[in-house]
């Protein structure tokens, strides 16, 4: 499972290069191992270090620690989603669920960075959901109804409150919810990679290859040594299925991003001097658009079934085009040549867009696939799973453990073909909104 990541992430090249970087090059033992340094390796790393203070953990990923999806995402730490899959939940009940495992997830963002002293950019600025399409405040009346009765503060925004708030004229329907939250990426999973436990020994740029179990223990072959360990907990999110874990229950999607220079005076006080804000599309293929902090604008409108595990320069250049028009839709008056740097993504998904969390055997556990709310979620199965593996329980786990599980999908060739059906579809419905 050897992963080659594109070096062209802003939030990752924002942060200062790491200095101690340590492979795999020897056979080792350990009482837990942990495989993929994201949002879940590392909270989960994290977790087992404090319950077992005097137990050998071992961090793996075979990249650098949260360089992966969780250091290029957009940066939403959601309270809901409109479009979190390829199926929408109608029932009220799931879509609770489904939200109490958000809240969850960003209260336990909110207290590692209290307790480490995190700088990350943090944001309580809500979010909105908006579309071009005057025809989809059907949408999100209805979506409207399903906050409402779930209590959650919002609001119907029309084309001149958009206008004033985003500093484009391009949508003409939106709606916002109070609760959502802004941040950056690279710079919180890099402080969880700094938060680690002095027992937790991590090796980076150390692919597995392959694993088995024999007896009482997993035994774990990486291309420059073997990792031979009591427990293991399986953290790779989008490349579960490549290690062969729920197999039948989790795809990747590749995703591309961009993200501008900064704009000058001239070029912010063009497009009206907005606050940061963040944009989800109504229509699922539509784009995510992102103005930061520091002025700077995202935009991420490519979704595929692609090699999860390298795209080249050229692929990535050419998504970037697609991203080049969309940010020319919405601000007409920036140049043309403003984008400063593109990269892809790996993200999990499963068909009903529930999350996996489970013991798989006596020793070995499992949890990934986030549907794209990877920050909160993520962190907070990470621990959740730490605390799972330990024999011991929570409130939070029984929360988990309640929402609907992950359905069966169909192999291959049938599933990729069936979700390739599906994007293009998807995609056709949302052309305008790219």
């Known amino acids: 499972m050897k992963v080659e990541n594109d070096n062209g992430c802003s939030w990752i090249n924002d942060l200062n290069p790491r200095k101690i970087i340590k492979s795999l090059s020897s056979n080792e033992e350990c009482d837990w191992l942990i495989i993929g340094a994201g949002y879940t390796g590392l909270s989960a790393a994290r977790k087992l270090g404090q319950i077992h203070s005097n137990l050998n953990i071992i961090l793996a990923d075979a990249q650098l620690a949260g360089e992966g999806a969780s250091g290029r995402n957009s940066g939403y730490l959601v309270d809901t989603t409109l479009n979190d899959g390829f199926t929408s939940n109608k029932e009220l009940q799931n879509y609770k669920k489904k939200a109490e495992i958000y809240s969850l997830g960003i209260d336990v963002i909110k207290k590692f960075i ?19 399409k005057t025809e989809d405040k059907k949408i999100l009346d209805k ?17 001149n409150e958009l206008s004033e708030k985003l500093g484009t004229i391009f949508y003409n329907i939106g709606l916002y919810t109070k609760g959502g939250i802004l941040l950056h990426p690279g710079k919180l999973v ?35 040594g073997t990792i031979k360990t009591k427990n293991i ?19 990747p999607i590749t995703l591309t991003a961009s993200m501008t220079r900064r704009l000058s005076d001239e070029e912010f006080k063009s497009i009206g001097q907005p606050k940061e804000w963040g944009v989800l599309p109504v229509r699922p293929m539509g784009a995510t658009i992102r103005m930061t902090k520091d002025r700077r604008i995202l935009i991420r409108n490519t979704a595929e079934v692609y090699n999860p595990y390298q795209m080249s320069k050229t692929e990535l250049n050419k998504r970037a085009l697609k991203q080049k028009i969309g940010i020319k839709k919405r601000f007409p008056e920036l140049p043309l040549d403003i984008i400063h740097s593109s990269w892809s993504g790996i993200v999990s998904r499963t068909r009903n867009s529930s999350q996996i969390f489970e013991k798989i055997d006596d020793n070995i556990f499992v949890a990934g696939c986030y549907n794209g709310s990877g920050i909160g979620v993520g962190t907070l199965f990470g621990e959740q799973i730490a605390i799972k593996a330990s024999n011991e329980n929570t409130k939070e786990i029984e929360v988990i453990e309640a929402r609907n599980k992950p359905t069966w999908l169909p192999p291959d060739p049938f599933l990729s073909l069936g979700v390739r059906a599906r994007l293009i579809y998807e995609r056709f419905r949302a052309k305008s909104e790219i």
Not at 115 to 127: A, H, L, P, R, T
Not at 194 to 223: G, Q, R
Not at 233 to 251: E, H, M, Q, R
Request: charged share 20%; net charge positive; proline share 2%.
């Open 114 to 132: 209290k307790e480490y002293q995190v700088d990350c950019d943090w944001n309580e600025s809500g979010k909105y959901f908006a579309s071009s």
């Open 143 to 159: 979506f409207s109804n399903t906050l409402t009765n779930l209590g959650f503060e919002h609001s119907i925004l029309g084309k």
């Open 190 to 224: 890099r402080a969880m990679v700094d938060a680690l436990p002095p027992n937790v020994f991590l090796y980076e740029n150390s692919c597995l290859l392959n694993w088995s179990k024999n007896k009482d223990f997993i035994k774990c072959n990486f291309k420059k």
């Open 233 to 251: 907990i399986f953290a790779t999110n989008g490349f579960l299925k490549s290690l062969g874990i729920k197999s039948n229950y989790n795809f």
